[in-house]
């Protein structure tokens, strides 16, 4: 029964979409070709019949809530362009809490083209314009205030990714030349304590 309820489940967060000319057209106006030519033209289709992407959409707090679960999209780096990679994820928000959409292309049995789209809903999400700043903001800067709310009160944060997903960047910042990425979260989280404290004595 869980089995099956998990499947429902997952199936009900998948949307698939068919090639239509118009997305071939898209790619030959971009200057693209090759075998995901056709699929970057589908995702661009899918774009413009949705919100734009947002830097940062954080869903309405749960106070009951014990974990909350952040996800942060990094841009594509230099080396997987060249190596022909292109962006399959959509940031969003909406009425129904701050989501992303991973966007699988796919071959069907009689070989047409088409794609899935996977929507995953958290409690915040921070498209690629997102800097630490605005991740301290909407994320941490409320467990600061939950330690000096509450007698006792404890809070963590770690950040979980493959290497290369940007969690250095994201923790330890990149130094002065950085600009809202310039101090991590550790820095920020450390300042606001040191702040509060100060303001308290």
Same mark, same amino acid.
């Given at each position: 029964? !869980?089995?099956?309820?998990?499947?429902?489940?997952?199936?009900?967060?998948?949307? *698939?979409?068919?090639?239509?000319?118009?997305?071939?057209?898209? #790619?030959?106006?971009?200057?693209?070709?090759?075998?995901? #030519? #056709?699929?970057?033209?589908?995702? &661009?289709?899918? %774009?413009?019949?949705?919100? =734009?992407?947002?830097?940062?959409?954080?869903?309405?707090?749960?106070?009951?809530? +014990?974990?909350?679960?952040?996800?942060?999209? %990094?841009?594509?780096?230099?080396?997987?362009? %060249? &190596?022909?990679?292109?962006?399959?994820?959509? *940031?969003?928000?909406? =009425?129904?809490?701050? +989501?992303? !959409? !991973?966007?699988?292309?796919?071959?069907?049995?009689?070989?047409?083209?088409?794609?899935?789209?996977?929507?995953?809903?958290?409690?915040?999400?921070?498209?690629?314009?997102? *800097?630490?700043?605005?991740?301290?903001?909407?994320?941490?800067?409320?467990?600061?205030?939950?330690?000096?709310?509450?007698?006792?009160?404890?809070?963590?944060?770690?950040?979980?990714?493959?290497?290369?997903?940007?969690?250095?960047?994201?923790?330890?910042?990149?130094?002065?030349?950085?600009?809202?990425? &310039?101090?991590?979260?550790?820095?920020? !989280?450390?300042?606001?304590?040191?702040? %509060?404290?100060?303001?308290?004595?």
């Amino acid at each position: 029964a !869980v089995r099956k309820h998990f499947e429902a489940e997952r199936r009900s967060r998948i949307e *698939t979409i068919k090639l239509r000319a118009e997305d071939r057209k898209w #790619a030959e106006r971009n200057g693209l070709s090759g075998e995901y #030519a #056709a699929f970057q033209g589908m995702i &661009a289709r899918y %774009r413009q019949g949705v919100p =734009p992407s947002v830097s940062v959409s954080v869903a309405p707090a749960n106070a009951s809530a +014990s974990i909350s679960v952040f996800v942060r999209k %990094r841009p594509l780096l230099p080396d997987e362009l %060249r &190596a022909g990679g292109f962006d399959v994820v959509t *940031t969003s928000g909406s =009425p129904s809490g701050a +989501s992303l !959409v !991973v966007h699988e292309p796919k071959t069907t049995v009689d070989l047409s083209k088409a794609m899935d789209n996977h929507t995953y809903r958290f409690d915040g999400v921070f498209g690629e314009d997102a *800097t630490n700043v605005h991740l301290f903001a909407s994320a941490l800067r409320p467990m600061v205030e939950h330690l000096f709310s509450c007698k006792g009160g404890h809070g963590t944060c770690f950040a979980y990714g493959q290497t290369g997903s940007g969690k250095t960047v994201t923790m330890e910042g990149l130094g002065p030349s950085g600009g809202g990425n &310039a101090e991590g979260c550790y820095a920020l !989280v450390a300042n606001e304590i040191f702040n %509060r404290v100060d303001k308290a004595g």
